[in-house]
T-cell receptor, first 114, second 113 residues
Framework: GENVEQHPSTLSVQEGDSAVIKCTYS??????FPWYKQELGKGPQLIID?????GEKKDQRIAVTLNKTAKHFSLHITETQPEDSAVYFC?????????????FGTGTRLKVLA | SAVISQKPSRDICQRGTSLTIQCQVD?????MFWYRQQPGQSLTLIAT?????????ESGFVIDKFPISRPNLTFSTLTVSNMSPEDSSIYLC??????????FGPGTRLTVT
């Protein structure tokens, strides 16, 4: 079945450095790719998303890129801060034949070291 | 985005008992979803709850174990029945805005002893 692979599972960076998390999806019908940040004890928060008609999207220190041919999309966080420490989930969404499926990646635990 | 609240935020329950989790949205939404997140794991969809129709369950989840109600466009409940320690998880309610943007509630942290 469809799946989304996410790497790495854990990532430690020094404050101020950049962090990159990568996802690969299998369903070619996927057309929407959100990223969620989940802090300890909280629900996932939508932080950025990208649709299949766009190759890159940026919002302040975070950006997402999409390569439809390779079925890859990535989250880039620049100038990381301790408050960026959290678990990040990617997801791929597709709508086919009246069903609407979100497939989530397995998560990346990001630690920003002060 | 919609504001979603859940009650309770956490609970510790004995095996064999049942717990009902409430989800309230601050605006009317067509589709509501219930997810389970086991410790350190990703999100698994339990069921989709549309107002006025029976919930649709994903493979591996059954109505007898996870009955769902959706009495109106802003509210839903999920019951975890006859609980066992394997049911210890975070249970998340979510809604979708527009075509595909999905938002989550804060979650209910359930521990079964």
């Amino acid at each position: 079945g469809e799946n989304v692979e996410q790497h790495p599972s854990t990532l430690s960076v020094q404050e101020g450095d950049s962090a990159v998390i990568k996802c690969t999806y299998s369903d070619s019908a996927s057309n929407y790719f959100p990223w969620y940040k989940q802090e300890l004890g909280k629900g996932p928060q939508l932080i950025i998303d990208i649709r299949s008609n766009v190759g890159e999207k940026k919002d302040q220190r975070i950006a997402v890129t999409l390569n439809k041919t390779a079925k890859h999309f990535s989250l880039h966080i620049t100038e990381t801060q301790p408050e960026d420490s959290a678990v990040y989930f990617c997801a791929a969404y597709s709508a086919r034949a009246g069903t609407y499926k979100y497939i989530f990646g397995t998560g990346t635990r990001l630690k920003v070291l002060a | 985005s919609a504001v979603i609240s859940q009650k309770p935020s956490r609970d510790i329950c004995q095996r064999g008992t049942s717990l009902t989790i409430q989800c309230q949205v601050d605006s009317q939404v067509t589709m509501m979803f219930w997810y389970r997140q086991q410790p350190g794991q990703s999100l698994t969809l339990i069921a989709t709850a549309n107002q006025g129709s029976e919930a649709t369950y994903e493979s591996g989840f059954v109505i007898d174990k996870f009955p769902i109600s959706r009495p109106n466009l802003t509210f839903s409940t999920l019951t975890v029945s006859n609980m066992s320690p394997e049911d210890s998880s975070i249970y998340l309610c979510s809604t979708r805005q527009g075509v595909d943007e999905q938002y989550f509630g804060p979650g209910t942290r359930l521990t079964v002893t």
